[in-house]
């Protein structure tokens, strides 16, 4: 088969979204959630890390293979630095990254149909002076990508599943909130969607249930401060402060 | 996207450069820059001004540079190297510690700053770019600080109690010799507040001695630049927690 033969071509585009579709089904969610104190970002991994700091101001929360989500944080880190040494701390920014670096790169991946295709799908997030100019990108495995309002975005294999958490936990998120009750919250929203079923809203007595066990894996969040004094924002979680 | 953690050698790659030597820069020389531990750890300080010749240049120079959480540098000698040098440092040590998800080791920072300094060879022996830094790091095994001070060619020597710096260096270097040796207490054993005191009134004394190193006036609310590097990371000493720590005193 050759690529002028656009009817196969659009064959085997569809199959191949359908394979990474198929691929990603036992990937678990991963979160971030824009708050006064900062942008926290949570996942759930077995062995592999699943939060990352990106840049002073930017992390990465990703599902997928995780060689592939190396890849994917491997490129961005060294376009974040390489702007940023040629530039400024300040030039660098998801929208930058994404537009001119990621989308490109991850759209010819995806397109490559004779090279092994990126399995991964990613929330980036970018800390600003106030929670209005936090940036949360919701980056897909074709190169697509779109910036989410209202200060969440959930990275799920399921669209629908996806958008239910979402809109569940924009209404959840109103009030204050612990970081302890933030983890609790993203935990049971995790748990929701890792159930062999469709999304449903989590009730209170789950949302508020202490326990943070799951078994053979471990819970990854952290912080993009929000603190103007500090270059460096990205702080992991200790385990006293998850619970 | 070779992700090998040196971004030393991703620069050529990009057709980027840490050489600045064209041997038109102006040079602007002496200083005074100097750290000492204290009883938790190690204090840098550094005055605010740059000189070129006879004439002071400026009054508000940051010359205690925090590298990343857990090393910082002070700079002396010609600032657009000197500073284009820390801000390349900074970038290799947040490069490294995000790609690799590991913190560069204490004696790969010192390396990597040895490095530059050597590269700088050219600029040095022109006579134009010298930089002469102290750094001081904390080794993430044992979460020690310790102060390094460089030759302009690259070597590296610890400053086992303290290390200085630049012009106004010398004076300083003799008191806290001095204060090593029959202070009560001495200077690593002093508390913060002694310890950011003790960084002022050296700077006081350096500027009776040295043109081109600039003083500290309490009275104005003028202090050095002072960072602490312990355990907890580096931490900036503001000006006004200088301020507190002076009037606890009443000097």
Known sequence: ?243 | MNGDGDFLSLLPQTALTTARGDGKAVALEATTVFAFHYADGVIVAGDHRATAGNVVFSDRTEKILELDRHSLIAIAGSPAIAVEMARTLQTAFDFYRRSQLQPMSLQAKMRALSRLLHDNLPATLQGFGTVAPLFAGLDPATMRPSIYFYDPLGAQFEGVKHAGSGSGSGSIKSVLHFLEQWGSPTPEKMTLGEAVNLANRLLMTAAEFDTATGGVDPLRGDFATIKVLNGAGVRSITPAAQAAFWQEVKP
């Not at chain 1, 062995?47 to 990352?52: L, P, R």
């Not at chain 1, 397109?111 to 990126?118: D, K, W």
């Not at chain 1, 979402?166 to 995790?190: C, D, I, K, S, Y």
Request: glycine residues 6%.
């Open chain 1, 1 to 243: 088969m050759t690529t002028d033969e656009p009817y196969r071509w659009l064959d085997a585009i569809a199959n191949r979204r359908e394979y990474i579709r198929d691929q990603l089904k036992g990937a678990t969610p991963v979160f971030a959630f824009s708050r006064p104190e900062g942008i926290l970002l949570f996942g759930v991994g077995s062995g592999q890390s699943k939060v990352f700091e990106i840049y002073d101001r930017l992390a990465l929360a990703a599902l997928g293979h995780p060689v592939d989500i190396e890849k994917i944080r491997q490129t961005v880190i060294e376009a974040a630095h390489l702007e940023g040494f040629t530039r400024a701390a300040e030039d660098v920014t998801i929208r930058r990254l994404l537009n001119f670096s990621l989308g490109p790169a991850l759209k010819a991946g995806f397109e490559q149909i004779f090279s092994a295709p990126l399995m991964v799908e990613c929330v980036f997030a970018e800390v600003g002076a106030t929670p209005a100019d936090d940036v949360l990108a919701r980056v897909n495995f074709d190169g697509s990508y779109r910036f989410q309002a209202h200060g969440v975005a959930v990275g799920h294999t399921n669209p629908a599943d996806e958008t239910a958490a979402v809109e569940w936990l924009r209404a959840q998120l109103a009030g204050a909130l612990t970081t302890p009750q933030l983890v609790r919250l993203a935990l049971a929203a995790w748990r929701a969607l890792t159930a062999d079923k469709a999304f449903v809203p989590p009730d209170a007595a789950t949302v508020a249930s202490p326990s943070l066990a799951i078994e053979d894996r471990v819970i990854e969040a952290a912080w993009l401060e929000r603190r103007g004094d500090m270059r460096l924002r990205y702080r992991p979680l200790t385990a006293a402060e998850l619970s």
